[in-house]
């Protein structure tokens, strides 16, 4: 049903339905050319029979039987038929129903399905009858097997430039449509990769400069210009983070010196409260540089097989108590012997992130399901499931970004670079990761490959 609805697959349809009927009118003009020409030649036939006839005819029943004998006589292909005027059969080689006669003195092509009775070499007659002097009605007919055979073939052959006309333009309004229909897959899928973050990518090119080449070519532009802004932003992020660590550093043992030598205790409580604004900040900046070596790819090297069912396992064992001290249960679900290949502490941190949020963002008496399964083609799923009160699906994509933190999260310790962390951990993984609706709750499924 797909292909109906591409744009190429109704033109083409279009197209052909105009092709038809260009072939219905042209296929009209032919037959009605060709009809009225062998009509018009069986009916110039007929009036110079009947002519015949008639000029070798004195009025009366039995000369004109005679001139009708002698002219059935003479021809092999003329029929006629001689009656009086209440239609009783004087002679001739034709038997003409009643039905027949009451319309007879009008051109027409009759045939057996008309109460004719025809010799089995004739499909059709065409004729008229003609009233004579002494009140006698001559028909005078020719055989129209050719006129008939004529209808027939130009209605097969009709019928077979129809039915080929349509099967072709159906075949490749199919194929166009399975064309564009992949070219537009094609891109889609490019897209999916680029908004999940993958600003690297571009969409293909044929070579054959077609519209969709120019669109693929327009829109790569803007994307290299974008992926150059976003870099530049980055690198800025990371260059402001690592500058001012140092500073920073040195401001708080400043006030640590300052907070030592007063015995004040609002200067202290003051001291306290800036240094703790200072932790922030430097946390935050560590943060920054920490999703910047990751996103550099360097820590690859350090990959390894690690037993990821025991790395998830452990996780599980250490939260439950942290969530039984908030009221809350965690629920672990884990399939053993998993196993693949990257970094263990990268992947750790990731998973901390992840039960942190689930534990920080539910309510007392939240339930948490932390479940490691295998997935799809190759892929090992770590699911982390809540009860709480969610994230809106419009903003799912978005939390996934640096410093996003949502309005009833910004009451709540944070900088917004936690699940920034967790997708450039998943990326350098290669992995995917997916958040969905609990109903109620949020579900996010990490799907990390064997071999990265």
């Avoid at 062998?38 to 008639?54: G, K, M, P």
């Avoid at 001559?138 to 080929?164: K, P, Q």
Wanted: hydrophobic letters at 45%.
């Amino acid at each position: 049903m797909r292909l109906l609805r591409i744009s190429g697959f109704r033109f083409a349809m279009q197209s052909a339905a105009l092709s038809l009927f260009g072939a219905i009118i042209v296929f009209g003009i032919i037959y009605r050319a060709a009809e009225d020409t062998v009509r018009n030649e069986l009916d110039n036939t007929v009036i110079s029979e009947q002519a015949d006839v008639i000029s070798d005819t004195q009025d009366d029943h039995k000369s004109i039987a005679a001139s009708v004998d002698d002219a059935i006589t003479d021809t092999d292909g003329t029929f006629y038929a001689l009656t009086t005027a209440d239609h009783r059969v004087i002679t001739g080689n034709l038997t003409v129903s009643a039905r027949v006669e009451k319309n007879w003195k009008h051109w027409a092509t009759l045939d057996r399905d008309d109460g004719m009775a025809l010799p089995a070499h004739v499909t059709a007659i065409r004729g008229l009858a003609t009233t004579m002097p002494n009140g006698d009605i001559l028909y005078v007919a020719e055989n129209a097997s050719t006129l008939h055979a004529l209808d027939h073939l130009i209605a097969r052959a009709f019928l077979a430039v129809f039915g080929t006309i349509s099967a072709l333009s159906l075949a490749g309004g199919l194929l166009v449509a399975r064309g564009t229909l992949a070219r537009v897959d094609a891109f889609s899928g490019t897209s999916q990769e680029i908004m999940s973050g993958d600003l690297s990518r571009r969409l293909a090119l044929t070579g054959s400069g077609d519209e969709f080449d120019r669109l693929a070519i327009s829109l790569n532009s803007m994307l290299a210009r974008i992926q150059t802004l976003m870099e530049n932003l980055k690198q800025v992020t990371n260059d402001i983070a690592h500058d001012l660590r140092s500073p920073l550093a040195r401001l708080r043992e400043h006030l640590e010196l300052a907070r030592q030598s007063t015995a004040e205790p609002a200067t202290r409580l003051a001291f306290d409260d800036a240094m703790d604004q200072v932790d922030t900040a430097l946390a935050i900046f560590s943060s920054l540089l920490r999703i910047a070596e990751i996103e550099a790819g360097a820590r690859r090297a350090d990959f390894k097989l690690l037993d990821l069912s025991t790395l998830v396992a452990n996780l599980a064992e250490t939260f439950e108590t942290v969530a039984d001290a908030e009221d809350k249960r965690l629920l672990a679900a884990i399939t053993p012997g998993l196993a693949i290949i990257g970094d263990k502490e990268l992947l750790t941190q990731m998973l901390v992130n992840l039960i942190e949020n689930a534990i920080r963002h539910t309510g007392p008496g939240a339930e948490i399901r932390l479940e490691a399964q295998p997935g799809q083609s190759g892929f090992t799923d770590v699911i982390i499931a809540d009860n709480g009160p969610g994230i809106p699906k419009d903003k799912h994509q978005q939390v996934l970004l640096r410093f996003v933190r949502l309005d009833n999260a910004r009451l709540s310790p944070g900088s917004g670079l936690g699940l920034a962390l967790v997708k450039a951990v998943i990326d350098l993984h290669n992995g995917g990761i997916i958040l969905s609706d609990q109903a109620p709750g949020l579900k996010v499924t990490v799907s990390l490959r064997a071999t990265p």
